[in-house]
């Protein structure tokens, strides 16, 4: 499977830009799907998600300025950031828990497995 980030690049203080993630590949259904962030010296950290129930979590810093929103039929989740600030610079990722159908059952049941994947990254720059 994979995850394929798109959307990031230079923008200035109270820009907006919006990124897109999709997933391909050998996808029985997906948990959850959302993005993380990884800026210079720092740990990666959740920016936004859907999480298995289908509900929603934002890092407290992004509250109010992303949204996340997702295309089920097209396995793809979508980040629109507004009001972006130097401090949203970082390199985001996209992430997700999927279930792949990796055999059947005598009785032609699926057998799945869990796994998680990560996108390539794609790189948000703002500028002061």
């Known amino acids: 499977v994979q995850l394929q980030a798109s959307g990031g690049g230079l923008v200035q203080t109270g820009g907006s830009l919006r990124l897109s993630c999709a997933a391909s590949g050998n996808i029985f259904s997906i948990n959850y799907m959302g993005w993380y962030r990884q800026a210079p010296g720092q740990e990666r950290e959740l920016v936004a998600t859907?999480?298995?129930?289908?509900?929603?979590r934002y890092a407290d810093s992004v509250k109010g300025r992303f949204t996340i929103s997702r295309d089920t039929d097209k396995n793809m989740v979508h980040l629109q950031m507004n009001s972006l600030k130097p401090e949203d610079t970082a390199v985001y990722y996209c992430n997700a828990e999927y279930l792949r159908v990796v055999g059947t059952t005598t009785t032609a049941t699926p057998t799945l497995r869990a796994i998680i994947a990560w996108g390539q990254g794609t790189l948000v720059t703002v500028s002061s």
């Open positions: 859907f999480t298995t129930g289908g509900n929603i």
